[in-house]
């Protein structure tokens, strides 16, 4: 199954010079929503570092990811628990809803589509309500693994699934979710992945009518890790929440390029990302892209991000963009803040005993605890408050937590 799609864009004012398929004319794309796709992997070209989507990657590292060739298997052991119910089953390419909402937008994703013979679904059967989560517990065995999943809430279904990564490998991965109309679907993807590993992560979803969708990014693993969620609020009252958080140490690369276009009318859209560095080349890189597109009358939208900079030598990128096509909305706006320690707050709890060392622990758990609190499985947000401790008890953010 190969498929390109390419809007041409006006002959100026383009942000993404070198964004291009190699299959047409070399058309530079203009805004995110014009981006090209295709199933084909060769129909994309090597990333050189100046297109908008890789310059701020470290492409070194995630070379291996980039050719289109099978890797061995059993690099990632999966464990699922699910509740019952739950359908799962494989699908090949070419078989739905496979396919119905992802395209590939970059190198990465096209090989990780090809090379995933038969992706696992997950599905949520219609006007079901799961009590338990879904957890899929993904551990790398060291090498190279490409992936493509499907998530499925049906008409009417409500559920959570948790996609937990650890271990160590080097992975492409595709996550495709479709919320159906009137569902409620939340989707978590954890990465603590060991220090070495390098983690491409494409998460596309469609929204339909009615339906809401929480998706949840949480970074606090790994040496490379970029998850890139894409949403589309299709339906009219469609609802997308999507929050992130991150904690990069000495070393560390997080990313996240996210996406989300109001398509319905009256949608509502939420989008809030914080993160915190600490330690030399500690890295993060967040881009927010928002599109309300001209049916989406009547919505309501906002995104944020912000970061906490612990140490010397941390870097923050911070990029949030807002198109609007409608004059009839709600709201829209944006917002992006990087700094350090408030002193202010820092002078409040000393001044009622509270040592410096504490005070500083207490003002970033306080920080970052606002999307613990937005995961609704409480043994998951003890796990990480505790993964957030850990991470400040390193001196200077040196490695990683034992």
């Known amino acids: 199954m190969t498929t390109a799609t390419q809007t041409p864009a006006a002959a100026e004012g383009h942000i993404d010079p070198a964004a291009s398929l190699t299959s047409g004319p070399a058309v530079p794309v203009q805004t995110r929503s014009e981006r090209p796709t295709s199933f084909d992997p060769d129909d994309f070209a090597m990333p050189t570092g100046r297109e908008v989507n890789w310059k701020h990657t470290p492409l070194a590292l995630v070379r291996d990811l980039l050719r289109n060739e099978p890797g061995p298997t059993g690099v990632i052991a999966v464990d699922v628990s699910a509740p019952a119910g739950v359908e799962q089953r494989r699908l090949a390419v070419g078989e739905a809803p496979r396919g119905e909402v992802f395209r590939p937008e970059d190198l990465p994703s096209a090989i990780a589509w090809t090379q995933e013979a038969e992706a696992p679904l997950i599905r949520i059967p219609a006007d079901t309500e799961l ?138 859209g939420d989008v809030l990302y914080k993160g915190a560095l600490q330690g030399s080349d500690a890295r993060s890189v967040w881009i927010g892209d928002v599109l309300i597109g001209p049916d989406a009358t009547g919505t309501d939208s906002y995104e944020a991000n912000r970061n906490l900079v612990l140490t010397d030598g941390a870097r923050a990128d911070s990029i949030p963009n807002l198109e609007i096509e409608t004059g009839d909305i709600v709201g829209a706006g944006h917002a992006s803040a990087t700094g350090r320690f408030d002193d202010e707050q820092l002078f409040y709890l000393q001044a009622r005993g509270i040592s410096e060392d504490e005070a500083r622990r207490l003002v970033v758990l306080g920080f970052l605890a606002e999307i613990v609190q937005k995961i609704d499985i409480p043994a998951l947000q003890d796990e990480l408050i505790a993964a957030i401790e850990a991470e400040l008890a390193l001196p200077d953010g040196a490695g990683e937590p034992e």
Do not use: C, M
């Open 131 to 268: 009590e338990e989560p879904v957890i899929v517990r993904l551990t790398g065995q060291g090498g190279l693994a490409h992936a493509h999943v499907v998530i499925e809430a049906e008409r009417g279904a409500r559920g959570t699934v948790v996609l937990q990564h650890e271990g160590r490998a080097q992975q492409a991965q595709n996550v495709e979710i479709i919320a159906r109309d009137g569902s409620a679907l939340t989707v978590i993807s954890l990465q603590r992945w060991e220090s070495d590993a390098v983690h491409l992560a494409a998460h596309q979803a469609r929204v339909e009518r009615d339906a809401h969708l929480t998706h949840v990014v949480v970074t606090l693993g790994g040496g490379l890790v970029r998850v890139n969620p894409s949403v589309e609020l299709a339906g009219a009252g469609a609802e997308g929440r999507l929050y992130g958080l991150s904690f990069a140490d000495a070393g560390q690369h997080f990313e996240s390029q996210v996406y989300l276009h109001h398509k319905g009318a009256h949608t509502t």
